[in-house]
């Protein structure tokens, strides 16, 4: 269920600082326009209506002040362009104005070269607010890539496919008749993936016992994924994280009651957590920092620097040792947090894995007409000693890997060095 693409992402609120608005103002109206323009267009069909020849749209110039721009854009280009694929191409019938546009418009965002700053359509960008809210249809199991073959590494509790009696270490060779052999996890996501009450076919086959294939049919459903958990390993505090919610932090602090008081410290499992959202990870660090630690920085385009800082939030975490597992899947929010813990709190925090992502950069959310929506980079964030962590990630304290060969045989030897260390 972790999606690659899936980054850290900052939902701009109303209530946000008047020069937070002023600054995108103008970038608004300059994508209200561009819209306008291609929603003409399309009305207009093959039509070359005189505004196309005479349409010269500023660029906005990222470089310099905001009142600048470079020289003008010939749109007649993007006309004729358009006029001939739909005159011209083999499959035209097979073309669509609304593809067309939304294609067009993620071409414009590609130029920017910042794999962060994209298009979503309808369908996107409603994928895209399931994964942040852990909530979405399809059989709910967490599926992975073992030996060459896709295999369900466990179904979720209570979901369809735990009901219909798919078990951990199912070897998963067919989906809906297609075979799974050269499918990408994402792929096979999508394909389990679907509307509730609707069915998906499983070839699978199981280890053990009878060892031959069975087809499991499973009635798809709403499945809700909780975004932290909470379990106590040989007596040790163990909170695995799995994105940055909403919900995240309230949840977190009251699974943090269930803390024994005599115990040395806890760990916070990160890895594989691609983000979610900034003043997700701001509160989540409150929970374990002093009031006014710097959490984290914003520098902006022109240089500004503004800092975030701890609410300070009374909590048994304050002041107890903290062991933090971080991998290469632990991306945005979650190296906002280990950032924020390790240069604030190095005496009782250790970071304990693999290097981290490395991704350095906020986004704002801004949704458009029609149920779409885009995300453009608005500022690169430093930890609170003013690293940036662009391409590098976190660096672990105490480096261990987690071995393909580890994987396969389900040891978790980062585990185990985080549990040998609180018991000490």
Do not use: C, H
């Amino acid at each position: 269920m972790n999606k690659e693409n899936i980054i850290e992402e900052k939902e701009v609120e109303s209530s946000k600082s008047n020069k937070v608005l002023n600054y995108y103002f103008k970038l608004i109206i300059v994508f209200s326009v561009l819209a306008l323009t291609f929603w003409v267009g399309f009305k207009k069909g093959e039509e070359r209506n005189p505004m196309f020849n005479n349409l010269n749209m500023p660029v906005v110039d990222k470089e310099n002040s905001d009142d600048n721009v470079k020289e003008p854009a010939d749109f007649n280009l993007f006309w004729d362009v358009w006029n001939l694929l739909e005159k011209k191409y083999v499959d035209a019938d097979k073309l669509t104005s609304q593809e067309l546009l939304y294609n067009s418009i993620k071409g414009m965002l590609w130029a920017t070269k910042d794999p962060y700053t994209v298009f979503m359509d309808p369908k996107e960008i409603k994928e895209f607010n399931s994964d942040i809210e852990g909530k979405f249809e399809g059989i709910g199991a967490e599926v992975g890539i073992k030996q060459g073959i896709l295999t369900i590494i466990a179904p979720l509790q209570d979901s369809p496919a735990e009901k219909a009696g798919l078990m951990a270490g199912d070897k998963v060779l067919k989906i809906n008749g297609e075979s799974t052999a050269e499918m990408t996890i994402d792929e096979a996501v999508n394909k389990m993936r679907g509307e509730k009450g609707t069915e998906v076919k499983l070839i699978v086959f199981r280890n053990g016992g009878e060892e031959k294939t069975k087809e499991i049919t499973i009635v798809r459903g709403v499945i809700e994924v909780k975004s932290v958990t909470f379990e106590l390993k040989n007596n040790i505090p163990y909170f695995k994280i799995v994105r940055f919610g909403d919900d995240t932090a309230s949840k977190f602090k009251v699974l943090t009651k269930k803390i024994p008081q005599n115990t040395p410290g806890v760990i916070i499992d990160l890895r594989n957590n691609p983000g979610g959202y900034l003043n997700a990870s701001v509160e989540m660090a409150s929970l374990m920092l002093p009031k006014n630690d710097v959490v984290v920085i914003e520098k902006d385009r022109k240089g500004k620097e503004d800092k975030l800082y701890s609410f300070g939030y009374n909590n048994i975490l304050n002041k107890k040792k903290i062991i933090v597992l971080i991998n290469k899947g632990s991306a945005s929010a979650s190296e906002i947090l280990a950032g924020a813990l390790r240069d604030n709190a190095k005496d009782r925090v250790t970071i304990l894995g693999e290097q981290s992502f490395g991704k350095g950069s906020v986004q704002e959310l801004i949704n458009l007409p029609g149920g779409s929506a885009t995300k453009i980079t608005v500022a690169k964030w430093l930890t609170p000693n003013g690293e940036q962590i662009s391409k590098k990630g976190i660096i672990p304290d105490i480096k261990v890997e987690l071995t393909s060969d580890d994987y396969e045989n389900n040891r978790d030897p980062q585990l185990d060095k985080a549990l040998e260390m609180l018991k000490k």
